[in-house]
């Protein structure tokens, strides 16, 4: 049940141990979050910007062998009050806040702004003694109530684990090894991913249970958990995204991403596609432009980012024991065990679930 990354993996690699597979998926197509359509020459992810990225060796030639990866090395730039800066906060950063240059410069500047709280009981206390108001206030705290729906005084701290600070002028958003954007689009890794695997669009698999259910022994479901038991325990709260996209003529920004922190900016980010290959977008007189708005998630939307705070990880759990007993359901990706992967670390997962099988 469903065609995004857990799904189309599990079929392809349990295809080519010699089972008969079959994939339902309730949208109009496959791939799941990661779905990309060509508009105006342009690969485009519709549910958002992604980017492939791991340390692994054996991961990256896996996604390889089902399409090529062009070598984008994905970097952020992060826009407050008319001022656009480098980030992740790095020397660059510091340079354009502070003027400072060298690395001794930037950490004695640093440890002169931190507000000394001895011990920090929410996410803001946390992150202004670790790096002080103004690092503060200009990237985490209008862009995390614009992300999470809340003010960091209400959050706990281990939302943020670490704000990292580089002591470098790298400014390179992940420092995986290996990084990249396929170059014909993420559609096409799950066409090869699928293919020979019959595959069945716009089935939900909760209105056709029965049927689906007699037709195989064994389920991999990717779907949402809590869905899966009738919401028996209730339900497991997500974020979702709203994405208001416009094409353009030229170059809307000069980059892939731009977060905006402000709190008074209603968008979390804007993205432009074609600048995830940029050896193609320099060529290219239109744009595809994607505003993110980022809002709780209703029963009608796409539940996007899992909300692992206390209460949910409990009702998780709880549904968790149900799973551990239906020794005939597979659950697996995102939605099925409520955990914020990238993509990466769903191809492990699935690999190493079905290698065990
Ligand atoms: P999904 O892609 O959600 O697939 C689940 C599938 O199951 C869906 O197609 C759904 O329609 C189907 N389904 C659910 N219920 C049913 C049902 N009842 N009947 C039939 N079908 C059903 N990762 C990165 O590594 N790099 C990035 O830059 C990155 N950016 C991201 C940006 C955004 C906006 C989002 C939302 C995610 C991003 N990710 C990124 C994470 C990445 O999208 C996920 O890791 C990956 O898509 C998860 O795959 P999955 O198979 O677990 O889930």
New binding site residues.
Partial sequence: ???????AISARELTDKGYKCLV????NHI????YSEEIENIHVCK???????TNKKSIWDYVNKFTPFTQYHHFVRVSYKNKIYSFPINLMTLQQLWGTKTPEEAFNKLESVRVQIDSPQNLEEWILSQVGQEIYETFVKGYTKKQWGKDPKDLPKFIIKRLPIRSTYENGYFSDRYQGFPENGYTDMFDNLLKGIEVQLN????KNKEKYNKLSKNIIY???ID?YYDYQYGELEYRT?IHKNKIVDGDYQGCATINYSEEDVPYTRIIEHKHFQPHKAKNNKKSYVMYEYSKPCGKNDIP??PINDKNNNKRYNSYKKLAAKDKHIIF????AEYKY??????VGAALKKVKSL
């Fill in positions: 049940v469903g065609s995004g990354l857990f799904g339902i998926d309730k949208r791939g799941g979050n990661c549910y958002g910007g992604h980017i492939f990225h089935v939900d698999y909760f990717t779907g949402k869905e995204l996007f980012y697996g990706g995102r939605l992967y990238d993509m990466h670390q769903v």
